[in-house]
Every structure is written in C-alpha cells, then in structure tokens.
C-alpha cells in the first residue's frame, strides 16, 4: 500500500486523532488569544476614556476657551423643575416673571437681587464659564440663593433646555446679559463672541419667538458699538458702524439681529448700552478691578494714552445706577405681539443708552483709588494698544432720561469708595480701612 492509500477520498471525512498532546495545545491557544484579546480591548477602552476625560467639551477646566461653554449640563427632573417654578413665581402683585441669563455675572446678580427684592419672580441661566474666576461666579451664585434666586446651569445655545425652561415657567420677560464680555481678549479668543453674543442670542430669540406666550426682551448692548466716533457725546442716533473690537461687531450684530426678530416674529426688543460699568462684585477682567488688585500687590500699573499725550477717557457707570436703568427698561417695556412663532402686529423695538454722562480720565480713575487704598501707585504710562480699545466714552443719555426716567446719582470717586470696601472685605476680610 502506498502513502497515498491513508489519504481519504473526501478530505471532509477525515478524522483527526484526539491525542492528549493536540487538545493541550489547542487549549493554550485558545487562552493566549482570549489574554490577547482582553489586552487589546483593555488598551482601547484605555485610549477611549482618555481621550473622553481629556476632551474639552467634558473638562470644565478646558484651556481652550472657544469651547468652554460646550460642556454638558445636568438639568431636567421633578425636582429641578420644582426649583426652577418656585424660583419664577411671582411675589407681588401684577410682578413679572422674568428669566435672566448671566446671572452669576456682574450685572446679572445685582438686577436678579433687585427683582427678587420688589417681589418679581427669578429665574438664572448662567454657564459659569472661566473667563475669570469661577469662584467669584459661585460666591454670587451663593449670594442669590439666600434671596432664593435659582441659577440653572447651562448654555444659552443649548435649545432643548431653553425650551424646557419655557415650558415650565410662562416668563412674562427676558433679561438677557449672558454674553462673551471684554474689550481686549476678543483678539484672543474671537470664537467666544461668536458663539455667545451671536449664536446664543439667536438661540435665545428662537426660542422666544416660539414661546406661547412670548416674553418682552431686554438685553444688554454695549457702549462699544460707538467704535471710532469722535462726535461727543454719543446719540443714539449717531452712526454704529465703525466698530474697534470683535467684541463691539457682535454687540452691533446682536442690535441687528433684534430688528430682524423684531420685524418677523413681533418680538418686543430693548438693548441697553452699557458705559463702563463698575461695582461691588464687579469684573476682574475690568481695569478698575485688576488695578485694584495690583496696586495692593505693589504692581505698577499700565496706564494708556493716546497719541500727544491725549487722555483716555470712560464714562464710567456705577452699577446701583445700571439695575435702576435695567428695571425701569423692563417696567416699560410693552408685550411682544407674536405667539408661537407668528407675528400678530408692529412691536416695540427700542434702544438707550446708560451712561453716567462725566467721563474721567483713566489716570484720574488711579488717583482716586491711590487714595482710596492709601498707597503710592507705581505708574506705567503706555501707548493705547491697538487691541479693541476706543479713546474715550461719553453718553448722551436725554432719551433714556425721558423715557425710562433714568438718573444716575453715583459719581467714580463714591462708587470706587463702595467698590474698595467691598474688594477689600471679599478679599482681605477688611483688615485694611477705606480712607
Ligand atoms: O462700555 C462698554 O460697553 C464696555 O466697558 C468695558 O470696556 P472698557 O471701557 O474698555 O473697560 P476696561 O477694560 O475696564 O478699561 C477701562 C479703561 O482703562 C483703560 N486701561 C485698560 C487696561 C489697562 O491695562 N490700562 C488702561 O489704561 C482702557 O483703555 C479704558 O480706557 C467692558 O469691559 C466691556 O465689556 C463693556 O462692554
């Protein structure tokens, strides 16, 4: 017989010999892959959830700040929806009920306090993003809960929890200052502007105009939209469009987008322009406030100047004065004409600015808080960068006199004296006296 004879005709048929020896190898075999194939799984879901934790989108603590704000948010539940009513209901009569996004912001708490204070319902949205110290957010967050203020947490170009937040609470209004603040760091992080004082208001108007029914809006412009314009002091009616920051074309852009909502959906739309405000619980990105800071840290401080020694100048508007102005801009505000997307009718579309009317130089600005901190400030005069800023600001402010009835009373060296105080008790503890 030859070799061939111990082949099978049809090679399906063949049997292999069960030795021990075989069966020992195939199980080896078998094992080694299934620890290869659990090491090979472990290592991917390694990679996986280290490339989720390091993600900007789920690290509140990003370094790129363009995408701060697109972090998730829990929101949602009987409870929360319970906290978000109870925040919003109305305590007085015919008070309003009024959604304020940027609440932990500077403007934000003062006007949510003084609501809540006269008896209207509040509700805040903020996205408590890092621009500057989350922490001040968070002590002006606890500040508002005592008042039992209830801040959502979450972004304003986030449309299903706006919608849900609409669908919990009728807001008879919408005081809108959740935006992408500053003047300089536009040239930074310009994406920030964009996605907040653009796409977010638009956004938030969206969801606005759908409401049944839609709430009157007012919201915060800024003072910037003046951009290069020489004409002293500004009108309302001057021309806006020569803008010096990214930061000041969103806030212009914003007016623009209120005209549209306005003219489609019968919106009812008022933008406040802001001069410069300062204040207790202020924004340490803002001079009055880093200065402070530094001249207590024996810093010298950059003061800017223009060409030929010309004077920087702010209408610098103290915050008691802003919320009078914020309050009276709702309380005068008329109903928006539309519901659930359809216009009904012409709507109110206003603009005004809130200004202090008695620019003072930035140097000027130095002195009074040299004296107010006692200390000899190291000066640092230097050419205005060409980085956003204007040379000066001054508000006419006849049109909001006459129909808001708006009349600031502060002047800088009494609402720096209030600022001092404050910064001094929030941050030493008030060991160091005021004057
Ligand atoms: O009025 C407004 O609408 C704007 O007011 C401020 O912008 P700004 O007036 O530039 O306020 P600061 O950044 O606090 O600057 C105040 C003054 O100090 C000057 N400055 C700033 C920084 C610095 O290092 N040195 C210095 O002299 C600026 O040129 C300016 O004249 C806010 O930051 C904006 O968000 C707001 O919209």
Partial sequence: MSHLDDIPSTPGKFKMEKSPFIHNRLRWHWQSSLAKLSFWSFIFLAVI?????RS????????????????????GGPAWEKRVRSSARVRSQNGFSVLVTGAAGFVGTHVSAALKKRGDGVLGLDNFNDYYDPSLKRARQALLERSRVFIVEGDINDSALLRKLFEVVAFTHVMHLAAQAGVRYAMENPGSYVHSNIAGFVSLLEVCKSANPQPAIVWASSSSVYGLNSKVPFSESDRTDQPASLYAATKKAGEEIAHTYNHIYGLSLTGLRFFTV???WGRPDMAYFFFTRDILKGKSIPIFEAANHGTVARDFTYIDDIVKGCLAALDTAKKSTGSGGKKKGPAQLRVYNLGNTSPVPVSELVRILERLLKIKVKRNIMKLPRNGDVQFTHANISLAQRELGYKPTTDLQAGLKKFVRWYLRFYSDGKRAVE
């Fill in 49 to 53: 959830l280290i490339f989720f934790f």
């Fill in 278 to 280: 300062y204040g207790p």
């Fill in 56 to 75: 900007p989108s789920s690290n509140p603590n990003s370094q790129d700040p363009s995408r701060r704000s697109l972090r998730t948010y829990n929101w």
